[in-house]
């Protein structure tokens, strides 16, 4: 594993800190279960009739379920499978890969003293969360 790879997280996690930027989680796997479970359950009390009611009445639930939930972005990121980890580290690497830095806190006063640098990098955290990982962003609390 790179040695960089620390770093970089550590600097998203501050910018998406900063920024309050949250993503939200979708729970998909959670919303078939009780889609799923209404049917069956409708099935067993009100036969064919309950298939249909209960199937309704699961996949509301379900559908309520699996709408997602916002999270802070920081905690979504140290989370991630250590392969997603790497993919958005190496993106952000391209970026700041010609800057000199010693360890997090360094390379954190060099890309938070940038404008430029600073928008890059966002961009390319956003755009990771949004395109690979399929999700929404909000801002603030």
Same mark, same amino acid.
């Given at each position: 594993?790179? $040695?960089?790879?620390? &770093? ?24 078939? $279960?009780?889609?799923?479970? !209404? ?17 309704? %009445?699961?996949?509301?639930? !379900?559908?309520?379920?699996?709408? !997602? ?13 250590? $392969? ?5 580290? &190496?993106? %952000?690497?391209?970026? $700041?890969?010609?800057? &000199? ?9 060099? %890309?938070? !003293? ?6 890059? %990098? ?18 603030? &609390?």
């Amino acid at each position: 594993m790179p $040695v960089y790879l620390e &770093d970089i997280l550590s600097l998203l996690c501050h910018i998406s800190d900063k920024q309050k930027i949250k993503a939200m989680v979708k729970h998909s796997a959670r919303g078939a $279960v009780a889609a799923g479970a !209404g049917a069956f359950l409708g099935g067993i009390m009100g036969g064919p009739f309950g298939i249909a009611a209960g199937g309704a %009445v699961g996949g509301l639930v !379900g559908a309520w379920m699996s709408s !997602g939930q916002f999270q802070p972005l920081p905690q979504i990121l140290m989370a991630l499978p250590p $392969v997603q980890q790497q993919q958005l580290c &190496d993106q %952000v690497y391209a970026i $700041v890969r010609n800057l &000199d830095w010693n360890d997090a806190t360094h390379l954190i006063m060099l %890309v938070m !003293g940038n404008a430029v640098l600073h928008q890059k %990098v966002a961009g390319a955290l956003i755009g990771f969360v949004t395109q690979e990982l399929k999700s929404e962003i909000q801002y603030g &609390d």
